[in-house]
């Protein structure tokens, strides 16, 4: 078994003397090679450079090492351990103890994970300029920091809940509608249900959403001819008005598509913009924002 060296370094004798005595560096296949009682002290005891070999296993360690979902259980402190951590390199002080507190709840929650952090050493080391100890899965998944300023993080805490709640809860009644349309196919409807009924329930839901996603769009296509083919399969065709005028848009818009979107049997849902080269008469002059905030309520109103 190859034998991997270990600097120790701890601002109190006593804590590396502990340590040093109470674990069984050899048998766990280790070499303690010093202490130092200071950061500074030990990188001048053991130069970067000299430890450049163990790259390769860092690297390993992050590209292949991951969760062990057959012996993962955040019920249970042992259980959660096989979880993926998502705090990394906090900076923290020597023999901080917060940051073993914070990774631990990063493996139970951290890829749904909000922070409001109160100002103080939590979130110095949390938040220090141009880094994060923070990172994410995978999917892209991660704790979401802020960090309130004053000593209001329990406010500042309440209004992240209340916005993302408030947030979510008009996605679901979105959701209750298309699942109460007639329009809406069969299957949709089953991802739809599983999703309501496992709202409440983080790691079902998260389940549940994956499923909605993966039965979503998978492929795209762009160009004239992609246009003119789907065109006539759509059931809503939703953009600026400038997409049933011919050479609109900068020319982008050929007449062969112009044709084909106005032609089709599809729904559309037009925009009034005015960089198509034309105006409709009778209609307020909104800003465009609430010209596609209109669109939506249409399109969800048609599903």
């Known amino acids: 078994m190859d034998t991997y060296t270990v600097l120790l370094v701890d601002d109190e004798e006593e804590v590396i003397q502990v340590i040093m005595k109470k674990i ?43 969760v062990k979902e057959d012996m993962a259980d955040i019920k249970t402190v042992k259980g959660s351990q096989f979880k993926q951590p998502l705090l990394e390199f906090s900076g923290s002080c020597a023999g901080c103890a917060e940051t073993a507190y914070a990774r631990l709840v990063t493996q139970v929650c951290g890829d749904r994970m909000y922070i409001s952090n109160a100002t103080g050493c939590s979130s110095i080391w949390g938040g220090p300029a141009a880094t994060s100890p923070y990172t994410v899965d ?25 916005g993302q709640k408030t947030i979510r809860e008009r996605l679901m009644g979105k959701l209750q509608e298309m699942a109460e349309s007639d329009k809406t196919p069969a299957e ?48 809503i065709i939703a953009g600026p008005i400038g997409l049933v005028m011919a050479n609109s848009m900068l020319g982008e818009c050929s007449p062969a598509m112009a044709t084909a979107i106005a032609s089709s049997p599809a729904h559309k849902v037009l925009i009034p913009a005015t960089r198509c080269g034309a105006s409709i008469a009778g209609l307020p002059e909104l800003p465009l924002a609430d010209y596609i905030a209109d669109a939506a309520r249409r399109i969800l109103e048609f599903v």
């Open 24 to 66: 069984d560096w050899a048998g766990l296949g280790f070499s303690v090679i010093g202490y130092a009682n200071n950061g500074v002290k030990a990188l001048e005891m053991v130069p970067q450079e000299s430890q450049a070999e163990q790259q390769d296993v860092f690297n390993y360690m992050v590209e292949k090492v991951s």
């Open 188 to 235: 949709t409807k089953a991802l739809i249900a599983t999703y309501l009924e496992t709202a409440q329930d983080g790691a079902a839901n998260a389940a549940a959403t994956a499923a909605m996603l993966k039965a979503g769009a998978s492929a795209g296509a762009t160009g004239e001819n992609a246009v003119i083919w789907n065109a006539g399969k759509a059931q």
């Open 138 to 162: 995978k999917c892209g998944h991660g704790p979401a920091w802020a960090n309130s300023l004053f000593e209001d993080n329990a406010e500042h805490g309440l209004g992240l809940l209340l």
